[in-house]
């Protein structure tokens, strides 16, 4: 079992900065790939990027690749979304899951485990 936290949403303009956290429980962190996805108001929930258990290995939405950075700490149980160049499509929450094949996938239904969500808005 792994329970995730994630933090640090919020509101910006367009062109600015916000990065999300997600702090996980458990001792296992390290054997999980986690994954970071998003849903706006009427849409379906999309992915946005991955990172596989070692850290070694990343995946990213094309709609996100360049502007969004994911990474982990395996120490601290934490995985972080670094997302510079917002824009006010990126108006969504965003949730963190875990993969417990410790890949970087991009569907959402190979995620066993999900936090609750964080907003994140941008205005233009």
Do not use: H
Request: aromatic share 12%; charged share 15%; glycine share 12%.
């Amino acid at each position: 079992q792994v329970q995730l936290v994630e933090s640090g949403g919020g509101l910006v303009q367009a062109g600015g900065s916000l990065r999300l956290s997600c702090a996980a429980s458990g001792r296992t962190f390290s054997y999980y790939g986690m994954g970071w996805f998003r849903q706006a108001p009427g849409k379906e929930r999309e992915f946005v990027a991955a990172i596989s258990a070692s850290g070694g290995s990343t995946n990213y939405a094309d709609s996100v690749k360049g502007r969004f950075t994911i990474s982990r700490d395996n120490a601290k149980n934490t995985v972080s979304l670094q997302m510079n160049s917002l824009k006010p499509e990126d108006t969504a929450v965003y949730y963190c899951a875990a993969d417990s094949t410790g890949l970087p996938r991009y569907r959402s239904y190979n995620y066993a485990y999900w936090g609750q969500g964080t907003q994140v808005t941008v205005s233009s």
